[in-house]
Nanobody, 114 residues
Framework: VQLQASGGGSVEPGGTLRLTCTAFGSFVSINDLGWYRQAPGKQRELVAALTIGGATNYGDSVQDRFTISRDSTWKTVYLQMNSLKPEDTAVYYC?????????WGRGTEVTVSS
């Protein structure tokens, strides 16, 4: 089972992207889900989380700019990213919260530069 992220790309500062996370295999969706990112030379960090009850939590650096959401099947999770900054440049992944090492997918690369 993997959680595959897509939708990354290169944008200018202030731009927007929408990332999609799709579950493959027999993923049991009774989990809190989250978006993580890993910038070059840095550790992977959790930037947005969505609980099974529908509550959301965001890292301080993305608060008020990113929005996490899901579809009704819980097999697709989205990350809407607005007002992107160069420091948002990273590879983005989705996983459960806390992360399960068996669910890491390839990730999708986001580059923000002028």
């Amino acid at each position: 089972v993997q959680l595959q992220a897509s939708g990354g790309g290169s944008v200018e500062p202030g731009g927007t992207l929408r990332l999609t996370c799709t579950a493959f295999g027999s993923f049991v969706s009774i989990n809190d889900l989250g978006w993580y990112r890993q910038a070059p030379g840095k550790q992977r960090e959790l930037v947005a989380a969505l609980t099974i009850g529908g509550a959301t939590n965001y890292g301080d650096s993305v608060q008020d700019r990113f929005t996490i959401s899901r579809d009704s099947t819980w097999k697709t999770v989205y990350l809407q990213m607005n007002s992107l900054k160069p420091e948002d440049t990273a590879v983005y992944y989705c996983n459960t919260v806390p992360a399960d090492r068996n669910f890491w997918g390839r990730g999708t690369e986001v580059t923000v530069s002028s």
